[in-house]
């Protein structure tokens, strides 16, 4: 199977800003609009306690901010979490297939 040449790296910036150019008033050079949606961000309440601790350990670990600290933190946490289940899953399945065996 043939790979797909990579266009752009063929071509100089101006080169590439020709053609864009000279296809601009081109409909049929162009593909459809494409939407893209701005993620809802959100947020949290934390005591003022708990959110001292997060400063101190976010401090404690160089973090650019406490909010950085904290997403990597949750992030860290989820994905221990989704390997944990994943795990539990994996176990329960080999109990069911060796129970159903030994039936």
Do not use: C, N, Y
Request: hydrophobic share 40%; aromatic share 6%.
């Amino acid at each position: 199977m043939k790979k797909k040449k990579d266009v752009t790296a063929l071509l100089s910036e101006k080169e590439i800003d020709d053609i864009v150019e000279a296809q601009a008033d081109d409909p049929s050079a162009w593909e459809g609009p494409i939407r893209v949606r701005m993620k809802k961000s959100s947020t949290m309440r934390l005591s003022a306690e708990l959110a001292a601790r997060a400063a101190f350990f976010a401090r404690l670990h160089h973090a650019s901010s406490v909010e950085d600290w904290l997403k990597r933190i949750i992030k860290e946490r989820i994905d221990f979490e989704e390997a944990a289940f994943a795990g539990l899953k994996r176990e329960l399945t080999s109990k069911r297939k060796h129970s159903v065996v030994s039936h």
